[in-house]
């Protein structure tokens, strides 16, 4: 305490968001006190001791920077994330993806953030803001009820969705006898998938047997009227709406070749590693909400599948995000309440890294205004700024969360055709216009 100024910043939850927020501000050389309900409590989806843990896909999406989102990880890299830090030295082979080892990842986020001499983590639930500071709250998607139900009083109402997780299996465990290794068009490695084919009898029984399968019962208040992200749509309704959707969709067969038959099969399912033992691998794509028994019955008419040992059955689960555009600035600090500042999927970002990149700059703003400066609003051409502007000026009525996407940024000056080639148009023109805002 310098008089009665607070010299320190609270940051609530150590997931994405929280672990970046509390990095940038303690490198700023301001003390950081960061609340964690883990170990004591977990949310439904968490289940490890460590902070910043992946709860479903190990994957950060695309790696080149020609893409939307390998360009949010390039500029969050050149602003100095920890995350990326860590995310870089903890690569699997994933194709053209940058996908982690979840175990190394959250355990090196975690000592990282725990030997800062600046960080001091208090661990507990938090169930109400703190009472003096500047606050960045992060608790995330499942932020637990107590202080969800301030953030509501606080923030006037909030939305939710729902969000699904795809289930692990053993490599032991896989028969390798009727699965291969490869990438789709020999890209990224030729061992960076394990693929189980099937022929169109297999795919047309399973097809029916998943479609009928028996759902697990939600509970939220919502349930007669879910919302469910695209993105995360478990794969038995995307089986609803068709015989083939699943194979223009996780199924596709497109760029694989059965080496048993030397043909394209007819449906695919891809497996991708968890871990650098790859001891572990996720079923892409199938986040499900199925009774636990029926996810071991349906998918084990997987041929490649028939005996898998599950390490974790896929599941359900609600998520929650403010209504931001009415709330929040384009430095994440609430408009009538500057001191308090939200970051993380519950601002309406989507995504592993969309949550951290917002933890950078919530956290960024955070220590700015302790220190009497002017936040730092980066260029909406910077997938970064982009996605801040997003939270901040999208349209409020059915305001929907937004992972990073080259739709978001300003148009090109100029028209370029070439997808590829607009891609690296975009990217180029973020990275010079980030240039002055990096160290
Ligand atoms: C089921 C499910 C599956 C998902 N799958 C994916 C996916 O595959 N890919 C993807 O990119 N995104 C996925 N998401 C979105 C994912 O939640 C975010 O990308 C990311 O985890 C959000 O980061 P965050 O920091 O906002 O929250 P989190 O990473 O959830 O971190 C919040 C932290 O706050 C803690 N906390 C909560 N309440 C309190 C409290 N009261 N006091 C103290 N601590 C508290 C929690 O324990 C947690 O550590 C999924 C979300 C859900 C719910």
Same mark, same amino acid.
């Given at each position: 305490?310098?008089?009665?100024?607070?010299?320190? &910043?609270?940051?609530?939850?150590?997931?994405?968001?929280?672990?970046?927020?509390?990095?940038?501000?303690?490198?700023?050389?301001?003390?950081?006190?960061?609340?964690?309900?883990?170990?004591?409590? $977990?949310?439904?989806?968490?289940?490890?001791?460590?902070?910043?843990?992946?709860?479903?896909?190990?994957?950060?999406?695309?790696?080149?920077?020609?893409?939307?989102?390998?360009?949010? $990880?390039?500029?969050?890299?050149?602003?100095?994330?920890?995350?990326?830090?860590?995310?870089?030295?903890?690569?699997?082979?994933?194709?053209?993806?940058?996908?982690?080892?979840?175990?190394?990842?959250?355990?090196?986020?975690?000592?990282?953030?725990?030997?800062?001499?600046? &960080?001091?983590?208090?661990?507990?639930?938090?169930?109400?803001?703190?009472?003096?500071?500047?606050?960045?709250?992060?608790?995330?998607?499942?932020?637990?009820?107590?202080?969800?139900? $301030?953030?509501?009083?606080?923030?006037?109402?909030?939305?939710?969705?729902?969000?699904?997780?795809?289930? &692990?299996?053993?490599?032991?465990? &896989?028969?390798?006898?009727?699965?291969?290794?490869?990438?789709?068009?020999?890209?990224?490695?030729?061992?960076?998938?394990?693929?189980?084919?099937?022929?169109?009898?297999?795919?047309?029984?399973?097809?029916?047997?998943?479609?009928?399968?028996?759902?697990?019962?939600?509970?939220?208040?919502?349930?007669?009227?879910?919302?469910?992200?695209?993105?995360?749509?478990?794969?038995?309704?995307?089986?609803?709406?068709?015989?083939?959707?699943?194979?223009?969709?996780?199924?596709?067969?497109?760029?694989?070749?059965?080496?048993?038959?030397?043909?394209?099969?007819?449906?695919?399912?891809?497996?991708?590693?968890?871990?650098?033992?790859?001891?572990?691998?996720?079923?892409?794509?199938?986040?499900?909400?199925?009774?636990?028994?029926?996810?071991?019955?349906?998918?084990?008419?997987?041929?490649?599948?028939?005996?898998?040992?599950?390490?974790?059955?896929?599941?359900?689960?609600?998520?929650?995000?403010?209504?931001?555009?009415?709330?929040?600035?384009?430095?994440?600090?609430? $408009?009538?309440?500057?001191?308090?500042?939200?970051?993380?999927?519950?601002?309406?970002?989507?995504?592993?890294?969309?949550?951290?990149?917002?933890?950078?700059?919530?956290?960024?703003?955070?220590?700015?205004?302790?220190?009497?400066?002017?936040?730092?609003?980066?260029?909406?051409?910077?997938?970064?700024?982009?996605?801040?502007?997003?939270?901040?000026?999208?349209?409020?009525?059915?305001?929907?969360?937004?992972?990073?996407?080259?739709?978001?940024?300003?148009?090109?000056?100029?028209?370029?055709?070439?997808?590829?080639?607009?891609?690296?148009?975009?990217?180029?023109?973020?990275?010079?216009?980030?240039?002055?805002?990096?160290?």
């Amino acid at each position: 305490m310098n008089g009665d100024v607070i010299m320190y &910043i609270n940051v609530l939850g150590a997931g994405l968001a929280g672990c970046e927020a509390a990095w940038q501000i303690a490198r700023r050389g301001i003390p950081v006190r960061l609340y964690e309900m883990k170990p004591y409590k $977990k949310t439904p989806a968490h289940s490890s001791d460590h902070f910043c843990e992946l709860i479903c896909s190990n994957s950060l999406k695309a790696a080149r920077v020609e893409s939307a989102a390998g360009l949010l $990880k390039e500029e969050m890299r050149r602003l100095g994330s920890l995350l990326m830090q860590c995310a870089d030295q903890c690569a699997v082979p994933a194709g053209g993806a940058l996908a982690v080892d979840r175990e190394a990842f959250s355990s090196m986020v975690t000592e990282r953030i725990c030997s800062h001499p600046l &960080i001091t983590v208090v661990a507990g639930e938090v169930t109400d803001f703190p009472a003096d500071g500047i606050t960045v709250v992060a608790t995330g998607p499942l932020t637990s009820d107590a202080l969800a139900e $301030k953030i509501i009083a606080r923030c006037g109402g909030s939305l939710h969705f729902f969000d699904a997780a795809a289930p &692990i299996v053993t490599a032991e465990s &896989i028969d390798m006898g009727l699965a291969f290794t490869a990438s789709r068009y020999d890209k990224g490695g030729d061992d960076a998938y394990i693929n189980c084919p099937m022929n169109k009898e297999e795919y047309e029984a399973f097809h029916a047997a998943l479609v009928s399968a028996e759902r697990a019962p939600r509970h939220d208040v919502d349930v007669m009227n879910p919302k469910v992200y695209e993105g995360c749509m478990p794969v038995e309704i995307l089986a609803g709406r068709g015989q083939d959707t699943l194979r223009f969709g996780p199924m596709k067969p497109v760029g694989l070749r059965d080496p048993r038959t030397g043909h394209r099969p007819w449906a695919v399912v891809q497996l991708r590693t968890e871990n650098c033992e790859k001891s572990m691998y996720n079923l892409v794509g199938f986040q499900t909400n199925l009774k636990f028994a029926e996810q071991k019955r349906v998918f084990g008419m997987i041929p490649a599948l028939h005996d898998a040992e599950y390490v974790r059955y896929g599941v359900m689960h609600r998520n929650t995000f403010l209504d931001s555009p009415k709330v929040l600035g384009a430095d994440y600090a609430m $408009k009538d309440q500057p001191e308090l500042f939200f970051a993380g999927q519950m601002t309406g970002v989507e995504g592993y890294m969309e949550s951290a990149s917002s933890g950078m700059l919530a956290g960024i703003n955070a220590a700015r205004r302790l220190q009497g400066r002017a936040p730092l609003i980066l260029p909406k051409e910077t997938m970064m700024g982009a996605l801040a502007d997003y939270v901040a000026h999208a349209q409020s009525k059915d305001f929907q969360p937004m992972g990073a996407n080259l739709g978001i940024l300003p148009p090109l000056e100029e028209q370029i055709r070439d997808k590829r080639e607009r891609a690296a148009a975009y990217a180029q023109r973020a990275l010079k216009l980030l240039a002055p805002y990096t160290e």
